[in-house]
C-alpha cells in the first residue's frame, strides 16, 4: 500500500516547508549523538563537480570526475508515494562523523534495478536547501548566577549578538533556523521561545540583567530544560533538528537535579557546553556535551568559540539531503511481484566501500501513473507581530522550463500585508493577530496552485 502524499508546504489543511535531497525508513533514535565532531578536523564540504572534459563518460544521470572522498549514506527516510514519486532523505558525514556538506545531484549515482535512472524523464534532483521542509532550533542557555559578574554578562551578550547578526547587523542565521533564550541561577528561566524575529531576539538578549542575589547554579536543571524543548524527527514532510549551547562558569551548586538526570537527558540530543573560568568542573562539562566542549580561559573567547559551533551546527543541517523523482516505472504483466522494483544510491568516487557506502530500498509500481504539475510553497507558517518573512513558490514535475506566479492574500486577511515580491518569491509581514492564506499560481504550468495558512502572534 501506499502512503498519501505528503506536501511541503500548507497545502489546504497540511503544514510546511524544504533543505536538500534523499532516502529510506530509520528513526532518530538511529543517529548516535553521542560521538561529536572531532575538534582537530573541519567539517567535510564537498562542492559541485565539474564539467566533463571531452570523452568523459557519463554515469547514468550523474557525473562526478572530481577526487574520491570518504563519505558515509545514512538512509533516514524513504517513500513510494502516488502517483509515481520516490523520495529519500539521508545525511552524510565522513569518516570521523563530522557532518559533509554542499553535495549536489552531479554528485549521486541512482539505479533502478541497476540501470541508471534518466534525468530528463524523471525530474531527478536534490531539492534545494531553501525550499527543505527544515526547521533548525538552537537553544542558547545563559548562566547570570551570582558568580557571573556584569562586565562578564555584557560579555556574554555581545557575544551571543555576534553569533546571530555580523557587524553590518544582517543575519548570520540558516534561513530555517530558530532560536530560544533561556537563563538559570537557582532556577532556570525561559526569556524568548523559539523565534526568527530577530529585532525581537536581539531586544530580548539585551534585556538580560545580572544577578542582584547572591544565587547557585542549577547547571543540570538548565540542560534538562534545555533538551527537553525539542524532538529530532526525519519525517519527508518535516525535518527537525535542534541543539542546545550551553555557557557556563561553574559547576552545579543548587543540586535541584543529579548529574546522571543532566547525563539522561542528553541522550540523542546535540549539546554544546562552553565552561569559563577556573572553577568549572571539565569532566562534567565535557561528559554532558555529545557534540562539543570547549573549555575557555575568559569570557573575551566566547564571540569566536560560538560562531565556530555555528558554523558547525549549519553545516550539520545542510548534511541532510533530500532526493526525489517520478519514477518512470509502471504496471508490469504477470503476479504483483511482477512491478516490485529496487533502487539503490551512492556517492561517484566514494573512497568508502563498506558499509554505508550505498542506500538500497524498494518499491512497487503496480499503480502508478503520471505525474502532474504541483506548486510548493515553502516559509515559515508563523509569523509575529511586524515579522516580515520570505516565501518562496516552486513547481515540481511541470512542462515549463520557466514559471510564471500569481501571488495573492484573501481579501478577507487583515493580519498581513505583503511588502515586495518577485516572480518566485514573496515577502510578507505579521501586521495585527490572527491568521491569513497565502496563496501561488503558476500560470506556466496550467494554473497550479497551493495555498499557505499563516499564523500571526503577539511576541
Same mark, same amino acid.
Given at each position: 500500500m501506499f502512503k498519501k502524499r505528503k506536501y511541503f508546504q500548507l497545502l489546504l489543511s497540511l503544514p510546511a516547508l524544504c533543505l536538500v535531497a534523499l532516502l529510506a525508513s530509520c528513526s532518530s533514535e538511529g543517529i548516535d549523538r553521542q560521538v561529536g565532531p572531532r575538534p582537530d578536523l573541519p567539517t567535510a564540504v564537498l562542492s559541485d563537480s565539474p564539467e566533463l572534459a571531452p570523452g568523459t563518460e557519463s554515469l547514468g544521470s550523474v557525473i562526478n570526475p572530481g577526487p574520491s572522498r570518504f563519505v558515509h549514506l545514512e538512509k533516514l527516510n524513504f517513500e513510494a508515494s502516488l502517483p509515481s514519486v520516490i523520495s529519500l532523505l539521508f545525511k552524510t558525514t565522513d569518516q570521523y562523523g563530522n557532518a559533509v556538506a554542499g553535495l549536489s545531484t552531479s554528485d549521486f549515482q541512482l539505479l533502478e534495478d541497476g540501470e541508471a535512472v534518466s534525468p530528463t524523464e524523471t525530474s531527478l534532483s536534490i531539492v534545494p536547501h531553501e525550499e527543505l521542509p527544515f526547521s533548525l532550533k538552537t537553544v542558547i542557555m545563559i548562566d547570570v548566577s551570582s558568580s557571573i559578574l556584569p562586565s562578564d554578562l555584557e560579555q556574554i551578550k555581545a557575544a551571543v549578538r555576534s553569533l546571530l547578526i555580523d557587524d553590518s547587523g544582517n543575519s548570520t542565521l540558516l534561513p530555517q533556523q530558530q532560536i530560544a533564550l533561556y537563563t538559570f541561577n537557582d532556577t532556570v528561566v525561559k526569556l524568548k521561545d523559539f523565534s526568527t524575529n530577530l529585532p525581537s531576539i536581539i531586544s530580548t538578549i539585551d534585556q538580560i540583567l545580572p544577578a542582584i542575589a547572591i544565587t547557585p547554579t542549577n547547571l543540570y536543571g538548565a540542560i534538562i530544560e534545555g533538551t527537553s524543548q525539542w524532538s529530532d524527527s526525519f519525517d519527508l514532510s518535516q525535518i527537525t533538528q535542534g541543539n542546545l549551547i550551553?555557557?557556563?562558569?561553574?559547576?552545579?551548586?543548587?543540586?535541584?537535579?543529579?548529574?546522571?538526570?543532566?547525563?539522561?537527558?542528553?541522550?540523542?540530543?546535540?549539546?554544546?557546553?562552553?565552561?569559563?573560568?577556573?572553577?568549572?568542573?571539565?569532566?562534567?562539562?565535557?561528559?554532558?556535551?555529545?557534540?562539543?566542549?570547549?573549555?575557555?580561559?575568559? #569570557?573575551?573567547?566566547?564571540?569566536?568559540?560560538?560562531?565556530?559551533?555555528?558554523?558547525?551546527?549549519?553545516?550539520?543541517?545542510?548534511?541532510?539531503?533530500?532526493?526525489?523523482?517520478?519514477?518512470?516505472?509502471?504496471?508490469?504483466?504477470?503476479?504483483?511481484?511482477?512491478?516490485?522494483?529496487?533502487?539503490?544510491?551512492?556517492?561517484?568516487?566514494?573512497?568508502?566501500?563498506?558499509?554505508?557506502?550505498?542506500?538500497?530500498?524498494? #518499491?512497487?509500481?503496480?499503480? #502508478?501513473?503520471?505525474?502532474?504539475?504541483?506548486? #510548493?510553497?515553502?516559509?515559515?507558517?508563523?509569523?509575529?507581530?511586524?515579522?516580515?518573512?520570505?516565501y518562496r513558490a516552486n513547481t515540481r514535475w511541470g512542462p515549463a522550463p520557466t514559471n510564471n506566479y500569481v501571488w495573492t492574500v484573501a481579501d478577507e486577511n487583515e493580519s498581513c500585508v505583503v511588502d515586495a515580491q518577485t516572480n518566485s518569491t514573496v515577502r510578507v509581514t505579521g501586521v495585527a493577530e490572527g491568521s491569513c492564506t497565502l496563496s501561488a499560481e503558476d500560470l506556466s504550468a496550467g494554473g497550479a496552485k497551493a495555498w499557505l495558512y499563516l499564523d500571526i502572534i503577539g511576541d
Open positions: 550551553v555557557i557556563t562558569d561553574g559547576a552545579d551548586t543548587a543540586a535541584r537535579h543529579t548529574y546522571q538526570e543532566a547525563l539522561a537527558s542528553t541522550k540523542a540530543k546535540s549539546v554544546y557546553t562552553l565552561g569559563v573560568g577556573d572553577e568549572i568542573a571539565s569532566d562534567v562539562l565535557e561528559s554532558l556535551a555529545t557534540s562539543g566542549y570547549y573549555p575557555l580561559t575568559n #569570557f573575551e573567547e566566547l564571540g569566536n568559540t560560538l560562531l565556530s559551533i555555528n558554523n558547525q551546527v549549519k553545516d550539520t543541517a545542510n548534511s541532510f539531503y533530500y532526493l526525489h523523482y517520478a519514477s518512470p516505472k509502471r504496471r508490469a504483466e504477470g503476479p504483483a511481484t511482477a512491478s516490485d522494483h529496487r533502487i539503490e544510491l551512492s556517492l561517484i568516487k566514494n573512497a568508502n566501500t563498506g558499509a554505508g557506502s550505498s542506500i538500497q530500498d524498494s #518499491f512497487n509500481s503496480a499503480e #502508478f501513473s503520471n505525474v502532474s504539475a504541483e506548486v #510548493f510553497i515553502t516559509g515559515q507558517s508563523t509569523l509575529e507581530l511586524q515579522q516580515t518573512a520570505l
